[in-house]
Each structure stands twice: as structure tokens, then as C-alpha cells.
């Protein structure tokens, strides 16, 4: 056997590892600008909100499947937060997600544009931003 076919083997291998043991990345989602943080993530003391960024990751996976990341000006990962959805996220445009510290987050998901689709050539293009009362 090639040499060349065991590392595309071996590189396979490990990636479909990786996937079973951490979930396969789904989707990917930034807060909008003008909505409130995650209770699970609060800012650095001192700190103004127009310094970070927050991203909603969804995984297939078993488990927490959803991640929020603070990330700073730089685009360091502050702080990090595992979820479990509750529901479906895919069925609508609003769900709510348990984090790892027991708070029940419940976020609208919207497009970046008024008219706009979720996706844009097959990418999730949309914005999330939190509602705070059962959708």
C-alpha cells in the first residue's frame, strides 16, 4: 500500500475522531451589537461591551452542543461557555440554551440584513441576540 494512502488513512482517522469525541461544527453565529450579554458571560471589570464580541457555536454532538465565546478587540477567546440546547434551534428562529453553570439563555436568531435570508452561498450569515422571556 502507498505511503501517501496511510496518511490520507490516518488523517481521516483522526478527524472522524475528533468529530465523535467533540462534535462536528454545525453552525456559527455573532451576537448583535445592540443586544444585552449572556448572563453566563459577563464582561472584565471596568470594561466597556463595544470592546468584545460574542459567538454562538452549534455541534453535532451528544451532550452540550452549543458554545458562546467572549472575545476581545484582539480576538482572544476571554471566556468560553458549553450549552445544551433545549428544543430545536433549527426548527425555528428562536430557542433556549441551558450553559454548563445552570442559566437558561433564550436567543432569536436573525438575518445580518432587513429581507435577508439565514444563509448566504450555504453559510450561516445570521445574527443572534437575546430575548430573555420564553419564545
Given at each position: 500500500m502507498p505511503s501517501w494512502v496511510k496518511n490520507v488513512a490516518a488523517i481521516f482517522g483522526m478527524t472522524?475522531?475528533?468529530?465523535?469525541?467533540?462534535?462536528?461544527?454545525?453552525?456559527e453565529f455573532d451576537l448583535a451589537d445592540a443586544s444585552k450579554l449572556p448572563k453566563a458571560l459577563a464582561l472584565p471589570t471596568g470594561q466597556a461591551r463595544a470592546n468584545y464580541r460574542v459567538r454562538l457555536r452549534f455541534y453535532s454532538t451528544y451532550g452540550y452542543d452549543a458554545t458562546f465565546?467572549?472575545?476581545?478587540?484582539?480576538?482572544?477567546?476571554?471566556?468560553?461557555?458549553?450549552?445544551?440546547?433545549?428544543?430545536?434551534?433549527?426548527?425555528?428562529?428562536?430557542?433556549?440554551?441551558t450553559t454548563e453553570d445552570g442559566e437558561t439563555e433564550v436567543l432569536k436568531l436573525r438575518p445580518y440584513e432587513q429581507h435577508a435570508g439565514m444563509e448566504k452561498n450555504r453559510r450561516p450569515v445570521a445574527l443572534f441576540e437575546f430575548i430573555g422571556e420564553k419564545p
Open positions: 472522524l475522531m475528533s468529530c465523535l469525541l467533540n462534535g462536528c461544527l454545525e453552525s465565546a467572549l472575545i476581545d478587540s484582539s480576538g482572544h477567546t476571554v471566556r468560553e461557555v458549553r450549552g445544551k440546547t433545549v428544543g430545536s434551534c433549527a426548527d425555528s428562529s428562536s430557542c433556549r440554551i
